[in-house]
C-alpha cells in the first residue's frame, strides 16, 4: 500500500523515474504476498505479471529506457518465480542493456544493473550453471565497489548468498566460509531475517563438510534454526533442516548426548507434515550415525513410520516420498548383508521411478548413485556403469557442466571396479574407456574453474595409472590433486591426495618417500579433525615405517577415539 501512495505521488509530481522504480516495488510486494500465501496466492502472481506487462508496455511507448528496465527486469522475477527460466533469462539479459542505456541517470541506473546482475545469477543457479552463476555474483561486488552508494547491505548480502550457494553446489567449502563471513555482518545491518538465517545455515553446511569445524558448524546452524523459528517459518520446513544439520555437527563432535536432546526437544513442538518429517528423518539419521544396539531397529520402525505416513497424505509431493525410500535404502545397505543390499537396490530404484514420474531430472539423477552403490555392493559393477551413464546423460540435458563432471567422475569409477572383477580380455577396454571419460571430467572441470573437481579427477587417473603399472605418471596426478586440494583449504582430502602419492613411492621403490608422505597425511587429518581418518593414517605410518612405536601409537589413538 505505501509504495503504491509513493508510485501515484511521483507520477503526480512529474518525476517518472521515480515512479517507475515505485511501480517496481509494487510488483515485488504482490511477489511476496503471492509467496506468503502459498497455493491460495495465485491472484496476487497474476496481479504482479498484470502490472508488469502494462508498465513494460507503456515505457516503450514512451521510449523510457529506465522504465523498461525496471519492468523488464520484474518480469525476469516473475518468470523466475514460475519456473519459465528461459524466458527469465531472455527478461535479464534485455533488462540488463536497457540499464546500460540510461546514461542520463547514472546514479538509480547503476543501482539497477546490480540488481538486474543478481537477478541474472539467480536464474543461472536455477539452471544449474554454476560457474555463471558466480561469476554474477562477484560481478555484482564489482559493481558495488565502484559505485558510491556505501549504504547497498542488502545488494552486498543478496550477492554473499549468491556466490555461497554457487560455491557450495560446487562443493568449494573454503571460498563458501570467506563469502559467508563476509556477508553476514551486512545481513545483520539490513535486519534481513531470512537472508540471515539462509547465510548462517550455508556457513554450517561447508564447515561441516569441510571437516574439523563441527563446533562452529553446530553453532552457525543453531543460530539459522533460531532465526527461522522466530520468523515463524516452522511450516516451511528450514528450521528443521538447520536442527537436523546441527545435530549432524554435534555428532561428528561426539557431542551425542546433546544431538539426541535438541532433537527431542523439537519432536514435540513440530508443527505440519513437513517439519514432521524432516525431524523425523534427522532422528533416523542420528541413530544411523550411533548405530549402537537396537539403534538400526529404531531407524527401520521410524523409516517405515514415516514412509507410511507420506503414502497416505496428499499434502506433500512424490519427491519428499522418493527422499524417504532412499534414507530406508541407506539403512539396510549398512546392515553389510547380501539379502538386505538387495532390498536396499529395490528401495533406491523405487526412489529413482518416483522421481522420474515428478518430471523432475535433477533429483532424478540425484537418486541414481544410491543403486550404483548397491550394484557395487552385490558385485554387479557394468549394471552399475550402465546407471551412472544414464545421470551422465540427465545432467547433459539439463545443462548442468559441473554436475555432469561429477557424473563422469562415478562412471569412470565404476568402470575401473568393473575392469578388477574381470580376468577376460575385456577388462583392458574398461580401463581405456575409464582413461578417456575422465580426462573428458578433467576438461570440464577446467572450463569451469572448479578446482576441487579437477582435483577428483587427478586422483581418480593416479587410480588409473596405479592399474596401468605405471607409478611414475601416478606420482604425477597425486602430486596435482594434492596442490589443488591444498590451494582449496581441503586438509582431510589433502591426506587423501598424499596417501596416493605414498602408495605411488612404494610401487617405484622409495620407502623413505613414502614414509614422508604417511606422515604428512597424518598432520592433515588431525588439522581436518577426522578422527576416524587420523586413525587409518596412522595405521598406515606404521607400517610405512615398521616401527614398534609407532604402531602403538598408532593402536592407542584407535582404542582413545
Given at each position: 500500500h505505501t509504495a503504491v501512495e509513493a508510485w501515484h505521488l511521483f507520477m503526480a509530481d512529474g518525476d517518472f523515474h521515480s515512479a517507475a522504480w515505485s511501480a517496481r516495488t509494487v510488483i515485488h510486494a504482490l511477489r511476496a504476498r503471492s509467496c506468503a500465501c502459498g497455493g491460495t496466492g495465485a491472484r496476487f502472481a497474476a496481479a504482479a505479471v498484470a502490472l508488469a506487462e502494462e508498465e513494460l508496455r507503456r515505457a516503450r511507448l514512451s521510449g523510457d529506457d529506465f522504465g523498461e528496465a525496471c519492468f523488464l527486469m520484474s518480469m525476469a522475477e516473475?518468470?523466475?518465480?514460475a519456473k519459465n527460466l528461459d524466458e527469465g533469462l531472455r527478461c535479464a539479459e534485455a533488462a540488463s542493456a536497457a540499464f546500460l542505456r540510461c546514461g542520463a541517470i547514472p546514479a538509480t541506473a547503476a543501482a539497477g544493473r546490480v540488481l538486474v546482475v543478481l537477478v541474472l545469477g539467480e536464474l543461472q543457479v536455477r539452471r544449474y550453471q554454476f560457474h555463471e552463476a558466480e561469476a554474477a555474483a562477484q560481478q555484482a561486488l564489482r559493481l558495488l565497489d565502484a559505485?558510491?552508494?556505501?549504504?547497498?547491505?542488502?545488494?552486498?548480502a543478496r550477492a554473499g548468498l549468491l556466490l555461497g550457494v554457487a560455491g557450495r553446489l560446487q562443493q568449494k567449502h573454503a571460498a563458501v566460509i570467506a563469502s559467508t563471513k563476509e556477508a553476514i555482518p551486512w545481513a545483520q545491518e539490513t535486519g534481513d531475517l531470512r537472508l540471515l538465517a539462509a547465510l548462517m545455515y550455508l556457513l554450517a553446511s561447508s564447515s561441516h563438510s569441510l571437516g574439523g569445524r563441527f563446533r562452529a558448524a553446530a553453532a552457525a546452524a543453531g543460530e539459522a534454526q533460531r532465526l527461522w523459528e522466530q520468523m515463524e517459518l516452522r511450516a516451511s520446513g528450514w528450521a528443521q533442516c538447520a536442527l537436523s544439520l546441527q545435530t549432524q555437527a554435534l555428532l561428528a563432535e561426539t557431542s551425542h548426548d546433546a544431538a539426541k536432546e535438541a532433537l527431542r526437544q523439537h519432536m514435540r513442538t513440530a508443527r505440519g507434515p513437513g517439519p514432521r518429517v524432516l525431524l523425523r528423518d534427522a532422528w533416523v539419521q542420528c541413530l544411523k550415525r550411533l548405530d549402537g544396539p537396537g539403534d538400526r531397529e529404531k531407524a527401520h520402525a521410524i523409516s517405515d513410520k514415516t514412509l507410511?505416513?507420506?503414502?497416505?497424505?496428499?499434502?506433500?509431493?512424490?519427491?519428499?516420498?522418493?527422499?524417504?525410500?532412499?534414507?530406508?535404502?541407506?539403512?539396510?545397505?549398512?546392515?553389510?548383508?547380501?539379502?538386505?543390499?538387495e532390498e536396499a537396490c529395490k528401495w533406491a530404484e523405487q526412489a529413482k521411478q518416483k522421481l522420474h514420474g515428478s518430471g523432475d531430472k535433477y533429483l532424478e539423477a540425484d537418486a541414481i548413485p544410491s543403486i550404483a552403490k548397491c550394484y557395487i555392493l552385490l558385485g554387479r559393477p557394468s549394471d552399475a556403469a550402465s546407471v551412472l551413464s544414464e545421470r551422465r546423460q540427465l545432467f547433459r540435458e539439463l545443462g548442468a557442466r559441473s554436475r555432469e563432471a561429477e557424473a563422469m567422475l562415478d562412471l569412470a569409477d565404476a568402470l575401473c571396479k568393473e575392469q578388477v572383477s574381470r580376468v577376460d580380455s575385456r577388462a583392458r577396454r574398461f580401463l581405456r574407456d575409464a582413461f578417456q571419460i575422465c580426462q573428458e571430467a578433467l576438461n570440464a572441470f577446467s572450463d569451469v574453474g572448479q578446482e576441487t573437481g579437477m582435483a577428483k579427477a587427478h586422483l581418480l587417473l593416479a587410480d588409473i595409472y596405479m592399474h596401468r603399472q605405471e607409478p611414475s605418471e601416478a606420482e604425477h596426478e597425486a602430486r596435482q590433486a594434492e596442490q589443488l586440494y591444498?590451494?582449496?583449504?581441503?586438509?582431510?582430502?589433502?591426506?587423501?591426495?598424499?596417501?596416493k602419492l605414498g602408495f605411488a613411492c612404494c610401487e617405484q621403490d622409495r620407502p623413505s618417500a613414502a614414509a614422508r608422505c604417511a606422515s604428512e597425511a597424518v598432520v592433515f587429518c588431525r588439522k581436518a579433525g577426522d578422527r576416524y581418518a587420523t586413525a587409518e593414517m596412522l595405521s598406515w605410518e606404521a607400517q610405512c615405517l615398521g616401527s614398534q612405536r609407532v604402531r602403538l601409537r598408532a593402536a592407542a589413538f584407535a582404542l582413545r577415539h
Open positions: 516473475l518468470h523466475c518465480d559505485s558510491e552508494d556505501a549504504g547497498a547491505s542488502a545488494c552486498r507410511a505416513t507420506l503414502q497416505s497424505t496428499s499434502e506433500l509431493s512424490s519427491a519428499w516420498e522418493a527422499r524417504e525410500l532412499e534414507l530406508i535404502a541407506s539403512i539396510h545397505v549398512k546392515s553389510n548383508s547380501w539379502k538386505k543390499v591444498r590451494r582449496a583449504g581441503e586438509s582431510k582430502k589433502v591426506a587423501k591426495a598424499v596417501r
